[in-house]
């Protein structure tokens, strides 16, 4: 059977993270590589990266008290097969933050931190200014390759979008070209689909080394209404292009 549960013991991370950045894996996505970069590819240097994400995460963790990571967990074995991470805003998070673009400060300053700044910056800086009002929003959300389609991401969304329904607030997420049907099914829809563009004036052989190793990247912005109420050609979009 799977239990969905709200993570509440920092020890749930040391199972979490690994299975995040193994279930971010397949189908690839240059999430977690870009932000938490690996100094090669020997299994020590990506465990080193998994293990300074973890550290990362916890720390976001307990500093934001908006965030919220739950876990599902297959009884049968008691292992956890599924995790995410809910933002419960009611008002406007990004007071503070408007105006100031993000920056890849897991890298030293040079080209990696410039590339992974421009490239997620293009995910994260648009936040600030289309999440403005009293929202929910899905950040990451990932359910283990040998346990899918089984109900655990479904059991995911649906927390936030009930949480949602009981604010009476709209929903917001990024997500990745696989999972847009779960999306879809819980009432989120399309608004805008989007693409890193890293071109720059004489770029050197780094960057396009970066650019080969993590583009093409590509996203879909998604909406959810309030209830979940959509009717396509009625509803206004919450931004546009
Ligand atoms: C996306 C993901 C979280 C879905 O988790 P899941 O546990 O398989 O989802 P569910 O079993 O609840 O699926 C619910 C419904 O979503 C749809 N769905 C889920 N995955 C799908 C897929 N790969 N293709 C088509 N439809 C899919 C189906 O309608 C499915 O219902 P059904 O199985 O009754 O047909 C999981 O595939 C995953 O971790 N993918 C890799 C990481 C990722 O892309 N995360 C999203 C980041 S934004």
Redesign the pocket.
Known sequence: MLQLSEVVSDSDFDELIPLLWY??A?PR?ALLPLLFPSEDESPEAQEKAIQTSKRAFLKMHHADPSGHWLKVLDTDTGKII?GCRWHIHESDPYEKARGKPFVALTYPEGTERDFASLVLGQILNPRAERYVRPHTHLHI???HPEH???????MMVEWGVSKADEMGVESF????F??R??YE?FGFVVVTTEEASTTIEKPNEAWKHLEQRFLPYKWHCMWRPPRGKYEEGKTELPWSN
Do not use: D, M, W
Not at 148 to 154: E, F, H, T
């Open positions: 279930s971010y397949q996505i599924g959300c990932f359910v899918r389609r089984r109900g655990a991401g479904s997420l990024e997500a990745t696989f999972a049907p779960l099914k």
